[in-house]
T-cell receptor, first 115, second 115 residues
Framework: AQSVSQHNHHVILSEAASLELGCNYS??????LFWYVQYPGQHLQLLLK??????LVKGIKGFEAEFIKSKFSFNLRKPSVQWSDTAEYFC?????????????FGSGTQLTVLP | DAGVIQSPRHEVTEMGQEVTLRCKPI?????LFWYRQTMMRGLELLIY????????DSGMPEDRFSAKMPNASFSTLKIQPSEPRDSAVYFC?????????????FGPGTRLTVT
């Protein structure tokens, strides 16, 4: 079965610091990759997605992610975080050895940005 | 596009009562997913439907939980009888035919509290 690992459970940064959140998935052939964000008290919103083409994907709010197939990774980055980026971030994958439509989520990384 | 609609947004009920959560997926989407989110267990997939047919209900915790999708624009998740450990936020999500990558769009969730 497909699995997703997010090794950082809680990240604390000061405003303007750079961000990188790790995401690794288990091998299973061709996969589609996603990052979702959940602001406090809200639902999950899609930040960005990758399914083919340029492995560097740009999303909303200045976020980007890089798909490195050889490392089974899809790390999320932002060059300069803001207080408003405080949220929980989830990496997810579909396809591969799992269902093409069912998402497998990581356990999430809580990001706290200090003003 | 109104997005995924869920009702009620908040539900407080006493143990033993029946609870019905409702979801309207985005028009034209052919997959519908029900998730439960708690601090302890994170985000869990309960059940999902394709073209109104349940595909995988292996995540449904026990027989007290049931879900239906009588038509393409409406689904319910029912808990009968409810227990305090069912307290959680329940999300509905849908995804469309076009793809890959078949990203899912989440509703605002129903916060259920069972006392």
């Amino acid at each position: 079965a497909q699995s997703v690992s997010q090794h950082n459970h809680h990240v604390i940064l000061s405003e303007a610091a750079s961000l990188e959140l790790g995401c690794n998935y288990s091998y299973g052939g061709t996969v589609n990759l996603f990052w979702y964000v959940q602001y406090p008290g809200q639902h999950l919103q899609l930040l960005l997605k990758y399914f083919s083409g340029d492995p560097l994907v740009k999303g909303i709010k200045g976020f980007e992610a890089e798909f490195i197939k050889s490392k089974f990774s899809f790390n999320l980055r932002k060059p300069s975080v803001q207080w408003s980026d405080t949220a929980e971030y989830f990496c997810a994958v579909n396809g591969g050895s799992g269902s093409a439509r069912q998402l497998t989520f990581g356990s999430g990384t809580q990001l706290t940005v200090l003003p | 596009d109104a997005g995924v609609i869920q009702s009620p947004r908040h539900e407080v009920t006493e143990m033993g009562q029946e609870v019905t959560l409702r979801c309207k997926p985005i028009s034209g989407h052919d997959y519908l997913f029900w998730y439960r989110q708690t601090m302890m267990r994170g985000l869990e997939l309960l059940i999902y439907f394709n073209n109104n047919v349940p595909i995988d209900d292996s995540g449904m915790p026990e027989d007290r939980f049931s879900a239906k999708m009588p038509n393409a624009s409406f689904s319910t998740l029912k808990i009968q009888p409810s227990e305090p450990r069912d307290s959680a936020v329940y999300f509905c999500a849908s995804s469309h035919k076009r793809g890959p990558p078949y990203e899912q769009y989440f509703g605002p969730g129903t916060r259920l509290t069972v006392t």
